[in-house]
């Protein structure tokens, strides 16, 4: 069975720019979780979906930061205009119930 | 005061060493609790959920103390490859699964 899946795996890019993460949950999975992860911050929950709505973006750092899930199998998290604290690796996971299972991330260098 | 504390570590150990971990938790509010495990570079995986009787998978044993808001895991006979991040995972939601992770705590096993 394919896990979650995210891409891109990793992106570079520089101050400024727009950068789009994507996200396929697991099927039938229903609720859909991004993270990012520093070491500074640990890992951090930035927004949940439940069956595809926005149920806590208290999470989110800024209106830079920008999520959608359009369907049950797919998600976009969306840095406009990125800049360089931004970097971190980010988590997309889903669930159907107690156990989250996450994708590989993304890793996220802006300079 | 973060919401989950772990010693971060590191805790090198031998091949064959019993380790434990602790963790601490603020909320007396939180529903369910886990241990993860997350490998170099790799996302988090659910290791075992943690009960309030205690629990055990093979040679990992999870405890937790509702009254003093603890949570402990124990790893027997330790192997090379359980060298990873521990992270303590406390689910403070009573509802829809919102994580919060503590900073995790490294153990190296070496031969």
């Known amino acids: 069975d394919a896990g979650v899946i995210q891409s891109p795996r990793h992106e570079v890019t520089e101050m400024g720019q727009e950068v789009t993460l994507r996200c396929k949950p697991i099927?039938?999975?229903?609720?859909l979780f991004w993270y990012r992860q520093t070491m500074m911050r640990g890992l951090e929950l930035l927004i949940y979906?439940?069956?595809?709505?926005?149920?806590?973006d208290s999470g989110m750092p800024e209106d830079r930061f920008s999520a959608k899930m359009p369907n049950a199998s797919f998600s976009t998290l969306k840095i406009q205009p990125s800049e360089p604290r931004d970097s971190a690796v980010y988590f997309c996971?889903?669930?159907?119930?107690?156990?989250?299972?996450f994708g590989p991330g993304t890793r996220l260098t802006v300079l | 005061r973060k919401e989950v504390e772990q010693d971060p570590g590191p805790f090198n150990v031998p091949e064959g060493a019993t380790v434990a971990f602790n963790c601490t938790y603020s909320?007396?509010?939180?529903?369910?609790f886990f241990w993860y495990r997350q490998d170099c570079r790799k996302e988090p995986k659910l290791l075992m959920s943690v009960y309030s009787s205690g629990n055990e998978d093979g040679r990992f044993t999870a405890q937790l103390n509702r009254a003093s808001q603890y949570i402990s895991l124990l790893i027997r006979d330790s192997k090379l490859s359980d060298s990873a991040t521990y992270l303590c995972v406390v689910d403070r939601s009573g509802g829809y699964n919102k994580l919060i992770f503590g900073a995790g705590t490294r153990l190296a096993v070496h031969p």
């Open positions: 979906f439940n069956n595809n709505v926005p149920i806590d």
């Open positions: 996971a889903s669930s159907l119930r107690d156990e989250q299972f």
């Open positions: 099927s039938g999975h229903n609720s």
């Open positions: 909320n007396s509010a939180s529903q369910s």
